[in-house]
Structures are given as C-alpha cells and as structure tokens.
T-cell receptor, first 115, second 111 residues
Framework: EAQVTQNPRYLITVTGKKLTVTCSQN?????MSWYRQDPGLGLRQIYY???????DKGDVPEGYKVSRKEKRNFPLILESPSPNQTSLYFC??????????????FGEGSRLTVL | RKEVEQDPGPFNVPEGATVAFNCTYS??????FFWYRQDCRKEPKLLMS???SGNEDGRFTAQLNRASQYISLLIRDSKLSDSATYLC????????????FGPGTRLSVLP
C-alpha cells in the first residue's frame, strides 16, 4: 500500500530534550516536506527536499533540522525543543518527475507537546 | 496580509443544501490551485485541482478567477460525510517548492 509513515504519532517531551520525528514513504517520490499545523494558521512549511541530499528552508525553519540521505526517509530533528514547537506535524511527499500533479501525500501526523 | 485567505466558518448547513467556499490569494505569480479536504485530526487529502476553465467532479465544482485572484468550491446536495475542513492550496511554482495552504473553512452538514 502506498503510504507516508510518521513516528511517533504522539509525543510529550520537555524543553531542551532532543527528539527526532521520522518520516518514510514507499512511493519513490522525489519531493518530501515537513509542515506544522496550528489553529487559525493553516499548514506552514518547515523544510522541504527536492531529492536526496537536497534540502531547503520553508517558511518556519527556526529550531528544526532535516536530512535526506535516502530517497524514502526525511527525518525532522528538534535539537532543543521549546514550548512554542508544540504543534501537529505532517510529513508529505510528492511525485515531481513526469509533471507535478499537485497531489501531496501526507502522513497521519505527529502531535508533539513540549512542556 | 496572508498569502491565502479563507473564511474559517464554521458553515453549518442541512443535508441536501448547496454550499460555496471562497478563497483569495495574494501572489499573482501563482501557478496551480487545489482544494484539499481534512477530516478532524486526520491528514489532508487532495479533493480536486482547480483549472482556469473550471472543473467539476460529481457534486463538487471548482472555479478559478485569475484576474481577481479568487478560487471557489461549490458543493451540491451536501452529505453528512462532507463534514470536514476544506483547505485552499496555492502552488507558486511548478517544481513543488512552495505549496501555500489557507487556514481552512470548516463545514458541518447537519441531519
């Protein structure tokens, strides 16, 4: 089954404790992206990757890191989480070769609470 | 001014009603336009693309007005299962770099 898998789905942590949210897709998509969703603000892009070893900042990259060592994986790293990073996080992938259909495939989301 | 604006709602409508959502975008260079649907606490999923000529998919009709930078979604004969948040999404380039999401419009279809 074609899917984007995120882990963990739910996490409560404390300020300053490094954490990683993993994202994996099995559709051989070139493009992957991380978003955070907060009430009233919609989804905002954190980082994106056009392909392996190619990453770039989105609209709200502060406090986050990413890497794209393999095509299928795009982990999101919070080196020193703070309470303002409490949010619902979505990973998404997109097939860009052969034309962009605009159909982002999203993971089920990771709800992060930083105390 | 936000790049993509939507009325957050909620729109509460009876089953069978016709409901329309609007969306405006600020970047005149925007290339492509979409409506996504998001159920409560779930991930967004593509509902339909929006073309300049307008397009229809069953009970759903999407329209684009580039001159006014305005997108609309019309839902006819609303079903209970249409209850969700509808996200207006604008792509500002065709390389997939910048999908800009509106905050969403919440629809509740009531029995």
């Amino acid at each position: 089954e074609a899917q984007v898998t995120q882990n963990p789905r739910y996490l409560i942590t404390v300020t300053g404790k490094k954490l990683t949210v993993t994202c994996s897709q099995n559709m051989n998509h070139e493009y992957m992206s991380w978003y955070r969703q907060d009430p009233g603000l919609g989804l905002r892009q954190i980082y994106y990757s056009m392909n392996v070893e190619v990453t770039d900042k989105g609209d709200v990259p502060e406090g986050y890191k990413v890497s794209r060592k393999e095509k299928r994986n795009f982990p999101l790293i919070l080196e020193s989480p703070s309470p303002n990073q409490t949010s619902l996080y979505f990973c998404a992938s997109l097939l860009t070769s052969g034309g962009n259909t605009g159909e982002l495939f999203f993971g089920e989301g990771s709800r992060l609470t930083v105390l | 001014r936000k790049e993509v604006e939507q009325d957050p709602g909620p729109f509460n409508v009876p089953e069978g009603a016709t409901v329309a959502f609007n969306c405006t975008y600020s970047n005149s260079a925007s290339q492509s336009f979409f409506w996504y649907r998001q159920d409560c606490r779930k991930e967004p999923k593509l509902l339909m693309s929006v073309y300049s000529s307008g397009n229809e998919d069953g009970r759903f009709t999407a329209q684009l007005n580039r001159a006014s930078q305005y997108i609309s979604l019309l839902i006819r004969d609303s079903k209970l299962s249409d209850s969700a948040t509808y996200l207006c999404v604008v792509l500002t380039d065709n390389y997939g770099q910048n999908f800009v999401f509106g905050p969403g419009t919440r629809l509740s279809v009531l029995p």
